[in-house]
């Protein structure tokens, strides 16, 4: 597995937000509308940085974690937290 700074920020957000929410990576991509079979394979090859999920997919799992998409592009980790504390402020609003 390449380590942890070689992988493209998407791949390292995506690991980050799944294991924070505490979900496997079959879970998560059943939950984001992928096929059951297949959910495990393709969350570990986003996340390993093999495929880059399509924006519709990123959507989706993005919807299952509770985070905006520009989240998994923040490549500076304080900006990455911003954005996830931005999208929890701006629901309590409504």
């Not at 957000?13 to 998560?28: F, K, M, P, V, W």
């Not at 393709?42 to 520009?70: I, M, S």
């Amino acid at each position: 597995m390449a380590d942890k700074d070689s992988l493209p920020v998407y791949s390292r957000r995506l690991r980050e937000a799944r294991e924070a929410h505490g979900i496997s990576q079959r879970a998560l991509g059943i939950q984001a509308g992928l096929d059951e079979f297949v959910a495990s394979t393709r969350v570990n090859r986003y996340e390993t940085g093999v495929h880059q999920p399509d924006l519709q997919t990123l959507q989706h799992l993005a919807r299952v974690l509770n985070l905006p998409v520009a989240y998994f592009y923040a490549e500076d980790d304080e900006l990455a937290r911003l954005i996830a504390e931005f999208k929890v402020k701006s629901k309590r609003k409504h």
